[in-house]
T-cell receptor, first 111, second 115 residues
C-alpha cells in the first residue's frame, strides 16, 4: 500500500500549456505539502494545507494554484507553463508536527 | 528565518569505511532536525529525526546522528558503509507552522561508495 502517491510520475509538455499534478495520502494525516526540487537537487517548500486550509504559501508565482478537495488529497495546477518550471515536484504529508512522508515525485519537463 | 548548511557537496568513501556527513543549522529555538536519503530517481526516505531528549539518535539502515546544540550541528554517521548507501543525503530543520512542520532543506551531499 502506497502511503503518499502522485500522478503522473512523468509529465512532458510544451511551454504555455496548463497541467495538473495529483497527490493522495492514505495515512490519515491532516497536513499536506508541495515541494519543488530543481535541477541542482535543491528542495524548497511551495505550499502547505492543513485540513483543506492553506497555511503556507511561499513566494511562488500565482500560475501555481494548489487545491485540496479533502484532507487526503492535494493537487497542484500550473498555468502557462514556462521552461523554468521544469523540476521534480514532491508531495508530502504529516500528522501535526511529526515526520513528513514524501511521495515518489513527479518529473515535469517543459519544452 | 531558519537555514541549513551541508558543507560537503560530494563525498566518496570506500565500502566498509566509516562515514560522517556534516550538517549545520541556524534557528533561534530548539529545532526539529531530520536526515532524509534520496536514491536516484526516487523520493525522499526518512533516515532519522531529532525532536527532543537523547541527543544521539538512531535511525534506519545503521545510521545515527548526534545533535550538538553548542555547535548547531546534526551530523550523520555510519560505522561501515555499504555500496547500497550511495545516494543523495539531505539534512532539514523543521519549524512548527499552523498545524504542520515547515521543512527547510540543506543543499544535499552526494555520497559515492567505491567497491
Amino acid at each position: 500500500d502506497t502511503a503518499v502517491s502522485q500522478t503522473p510520475k512523468y509529465l512532458v509538455t510544451q511551454m504555455g500549456n496548463d497541467k495538473s499534478i495529483k497527490c493522495e495520502q492514505n495515512l490519515g494525516h491532516d497536513t499536506m505539502y508541495w515541494y519543488k526540487q530543481d535541477s541542482k537537487k535543491f528542495l524548497k517548500i511551495m505550499f502547505s494545507y492543513n485540513n483543506k486550509e492553506l497555511i503556507i504559501n511561499e513566494t511562488v508565482p500565482n500560475r501555481f494554484s494548489p487545491k485540496s478537495p479533502d484532507k487526503a488529497h492535494l493537487n497542484l495546477h500550473i498555468n502557462s507553463l514556462e521552461l523554468g518550471d521544469s523540476a521534480v515536484y514532491f508531495c508530502a504529508s504529516t500528522a501535526g508536527g511529526e515526520t513528513q512522508y514524501f511521495g515518489p515525485g513527479t518529473r515535469l519537463l517543459v519544452l | 528565518a531558519q537555514s541549513v548548511t551541508q558543507p560537503d557537496i560530494h563525498i566518496t568513501v570506500s565500502e566498509g569505511a566509516s562515514l560522517e556527513l556534516r550538517c549545520n543549522y541556524s534557528y533561534g529555538a530548539t529545532p526539529y532536525l531530520f536526515w532524509y536519503v534520496q536514491s536516484p530517481g526516487q523520493g525522499l526516505q526518512l533516515l532519522l529525526k531529532y525532536f527532543s531528549g537523547d541527543t544521539l539518535v538512531q535511525g534506519i539502515k545503521g545510521f545515527e546522528a548526534e545533535f550538538k546544540r553548542s555547535q548547531s550541528s546534526f551530523n550523520l554517521r555510519k560505522p561501515s558503509v555499504h555500496w547500497s548507501d550511495a545516494a543523495e543525503y539531505f539534512c532539514a530543520v523543521g519549524v512548527l507552522t499552523g498545524g504542520g512542520n515547515k521543512l527547510t532543506f540543506g543543499t544535499g551531499t552526494q555520497l559515492k561508495v567505491e567497491l
